[in-house]
């Protein structure tokens, strides 16, 4: 198929910012909390992972709530996202993990598997916590089994962020609606005029496999098992690959020498798939000019989208259930913490919060933009379920993926020993 040439303008959104929230900041961690005092004072624990721009963003939300609720004190706790995971799993299995703490739907059954994570309904029908006013359905993302694990802070959806000087140059552009082919002929296009690849790395990211699989009937996971067979998953691998080689898709190596930056901000490549609100690190870390495009399709019109989240849950075991919820309730209803967060973690997931805070700074106004063209364009769907297992499966995929572009291992046997992590992680 040809290049698409007739852009909607409207459809690639400036972006612009500093370093990426999401980068690991060094550990400071509090031990203790879920205690009482003699005067009454309850301390709970809160633990979260995430950049220093979330860390400041957070405290300042909890110097609300403590002025709110005098009697509960918040003791904080966070680190990057890797050694987050790594202690909370030390916390879980010791029966000490915080009373309430930042989670995603990957860690959802597995935690909830193990009795770690509190049903929140029971605290919502008391009237601790209100399950009100999630926009776009964002609030099933913490529900498993008729269960609400967790409770979403914000949302976000995957997007393409481009270099908008390289599809300029290149004479290419792209719309909602674009297929995988025009995408890869464009891709072609920017690599014949501007000598460099198109792509970062697309087919070793999980997420956007998902988006790929729904959009031809599948989808990465069902409620207890992968959703693909071993020939799909050696068909996308084997094509990205041969990608690879062509320098269609930028050199593995390569990308890992300009690590932590991005090969699409350090010019390596011309785009790059990750989550819409991630887009903030390509300006702070690149020379060039991004923005945010549509997700190529296979039918001209599903994407495969849906709405992730980052969420609060609470430890099932906690002496404080009641101050538990009314702590999450602020966080994600309170006005206020609304315009201190921002869009840190996603599009703030309830209409107080998001009809709070208005964005004033180029990224943040595109990220809005390209989540509302999405929702009206009716493409969103609902989350892909994830077993228990599936963060193991996650980084499986990471890995194998990795081995593949280099060359290290074939697309086949990728496939094989993804299925055989897969059904160890499920087992375990």
Known sequence: MG??????????????????ATLGLAATTACGGDGGSGD?????????WGGEPRTIAIKKSIALFEKKYPKI????????????????QTQASGGNPPDVFQNAVGFLRKYDKRGVLMDLKAQADAGNLSLENFRNG??????????????PVGANTMALVIDLKAFEKAGVEAKFGWTWGEYFDALQTIQDKLKISGDTGYFGIMYLYDLYLRQNGKAFFTDSDLGFTEDDLTQWWEDGYKRVRSGLVADPKKIEQVA????LSAGLAASEFTWDNFSIRYEGEGESDYGLAPIPTTDGKNTGQYLGSLMLSAFSGTKHPKE???????????????????????????????????????NNKGVKAYEEQVSEAGVLGKITPHPSGADVIEAAFLRLGGEVSQGKTKPADAAKALFSEAKAAFAG
């Not at 932590?260 to 090969?263: E, V």
């Open 3 to 20: 290049t698409s040439r007739n852009v909607e303008r409207r459809t690639i959104l400036k972006v612009a910012g500093a370093s990426a």
């Open 40 to 48: 009454g004072t309850v301390t709970l624990r809160y633990a979260w």
């Open 73 to 88: 004190k918040i003791k904080p706790e966070f680190t990057d996202y890797a050694a987050f995971w790594e202690k909370f």
């Open 138 to 151: 964002v609030l099933a993302n913490g529900q498993v089994e008729g269960k609400q694990l967790g409770i």
């Open 260 to 263: 932590p930056k991005s090969g």
């Open 324 to 362: 538990v919820a009314q702590f999450i309730d602020f966080m994600v209803h309170d006005p206020e913490v609304g315009k201190i967060m921002g869009y840190d973690r996603g599009i703030l997931a309830t209409s107080e919060q998001y009809d709070a805070f208005t964005p004033t700074d180029e």
